[in-house]
C-alpha cells in the first residue's frame, strides 16, 4: 500500500518559482541524489527559512569538522526520530544509515529499537544519551555528560551530540505539523 501521495499539507511551491540560487540548490539536489528531498520543497514555504534549513543541516550533518562521522549523526537522527515516531525522518534518514553503513538491517534495527543493534560501545553510549536527551531531557546530568567521556567524546563531540539531538527534535516537530511525506525512493534504496 503506498504512503498518501501529498508533499506536506501546506502548499508547496512551484520550484520554478524559487529564487534563481533555489532553484540551483534543487538542480543540485536532484543531480547529485537523484531527487529533491519532499523537506527541502515543503520548507520552500519560507524561502528564507529554507536557506536557513539548508545552512544549518549541511554544516550539522555533513561538515568534516566533527569528531562524529556522517554514520555516527545520521544514526542520531533515525534513534531521536524513533523516539518522536517521525515518519518523515525514520524513512529519509533510516536509508541514510543503510547507505553509509552498507547494513541494511542497521537502518532497521535503529529505526525499530537501537538497542537491539550491535554496537560498538561508543555508538552505544552516543545513542543512550541522545534517547535519554530525546525522552526525559530534563533528567540530564553530568553523569551523562561523562558517561560519553568514558568511550572516548571530547567536549567539542558533546557539543555535537547534543545538538544533532535538538535538530532532530526540532525537525521532527516540523515534519509532524507539516504532515511531511518522504520521497517514495527513500523506501527502497540500499536493501
Known amino acids: 500500500m503506498p504512503q498518501p501521495p501529498h508533499i506536506a499539507r501546506l502548499p508547496v511551491p512551484d520550484p520554478g518559482s524559487l529564487d534563481a540560487d533555489l532553484q540551483t540548490y534543487f538542480r543540485k539536489c536532484q543531480e547529485k541524489l537523484g531527487l529533491v528531498p519532499n523537506v527541502l520543497r515543503a520548507y520552500a514555504f519560507r524561502p528564507a527559512r529554507l536557506r536557513n ?13 566533527s569528531g562524529l562521522s556522517i554514520l555516527e549523526r545520521e544514526m542520531i537522527a533515525v534513534v531521536v526520530s524513533s523516539c518522536n515516531r517521525c515518519y518523515y525522518c525514520l524513512i ?3 536509508q541514510a544509515v543503510r547507505e553509509l553503513s552498507g547494513d541494511p538491517q542497521l537502518g532497521e534495527m535503529l529505526v525499530t529499537n ?4 550491535p ?11 541522545a534517547h535519554r536527551l530525546t525522552t526525559a531531557p530534563e533528567s540530564i546530568g553530568e553523569a551523562d555528560r561523562q558517561a560519553l567521556r568514558d568511550v572516548g567524546f571530547g567536549d567539542a563531540d558533546l557539543f555535537d551530540i547534543g545538538e ?13 505539523a507539516l504532515d511531511l511525506m518522504p520521497n517514495p525512493e527513500y523506501h527502497a534504496l540500499h536493501r
Do not use: C, T
Not at 534549513?53 to 569538522?65: A, G, T
Open 164 to 176: 544533532v539531538v535538538a535538530f532532530f527534535n526540532y525537525s521532527n516537530r516540523m515534519a509532524q
Open 53 to 65: 534549513f539548508i545552512s544549518l543541516y549541511n554544516e550539522l550533518m555533513l561538515s568534516e569538522d
Open 119 to 129: 554496537l560498538v560501545p561508543r555508538q552505544r553510549a552516543m545513542l543512550d544519551f
Open 92 to 94: 529519509a534518514h533510516g
Open 114 to 117: 537501537y538497542r537491539v543493534a
